[in-house]
């Protein structure tokens, strides 16, 4: 499914990350390690939204060659998402479902799901950054993804907004073959969700513990 060779990342000359090969097959990935262990710099990377030296193939599109398609394929939620203040939650759903040309409506269910139906017309300047997390998951899910990248998408949720996402990643992976992979220095209940490989960050590169 993803396939990442000679990776190399560093900010002003001090190196971050150095993978020199990692493979995963489809499933749903955990990677862990400490803050600052380089695990939204890895997810970036895949997502497209930093530069690095190194490839990156998704199902054999590589983030290079053929970037359009590439980012299509791939979807992204960050830790502590930052949205133009001035949209409201109805005009980034709207843009996303353009931009990932999702379905008319899809965003529908998730958003009743999470209980934001009375905020889609608030400007984003206003909403807590609970809020925002749930906008942001919500746009991690639309469209029809190979990859779905989640980060730290265990903070500033409540119990049962939780119990909601875990069912999303298992009804999504399950009825339309999407993979995961979600970033967390927490540990996530893997009786609630099939983990298919556990990763870990630590000493600039990544490994794959025992399962």
Not at 83 to 93: D, H, K, S, V
Not at 102 to 128: F, H, I, K, N, V
Not at 153 to 166: E, G, N, R, V, W
Request: glycine share 8%; net charge neutral.
């Amino acid at each position: 499914m993803l396939r990442i060779t000679d990776f190399k990342k560093s900010y002003h000359r001090q190196p971050v990350l150095n993978i020199p090969s990692l493979h995963l097959n489809s499933g749903i990935h955990w990677i862990k390690g400490v803050n600052g262990s380089g695990k939204s710099t890895l997810l970036k990377a895949i997502a497209g939204i930093i530069d690095f030296s190194g490839d990156i193939l998704l199902e054999g599109i590589n983030i290079r060659q053929q970037p359009v398609p590439y980012r299509k394929s791939v979807n992204f939620a960050e830790a502590e998402p930052l949205f133009p203040e001035f949209l409201t939650g109805r005009e980034m759903i709207s843009l996303f479902t353009t931009a990932k040309q999702a379905p008319p409506g899809q965003a529908t269910a998730y958003l009743e799901r999470m209980q934001m139906q009375g905020y889609l017309d608030q400007p984003l300047g206003g909403y807590s950054s609970g809020m925002l997390k749930k906008l942001s998951l919500v746009l991690a899910f639309l469209g029809h993804p190979t990859l779905i990248l989640l980060d730290e998408p265990l903070i500033t949720l409540d119990a049962a907004s939780l119990d909601m996402l875990y069912g999303w990643i298992r009804e999504k992976h399950n009825t339309q073959g999407t993979s995961f992979i979600l970033s967390s220095h927490q540990a996530i209940e893997q009786t609630a969700l099939p983990v298919s490989s556990i990763l870990e960050t630590a000493h600039q590169t990544v490994k794959q513990l025992p399962g």
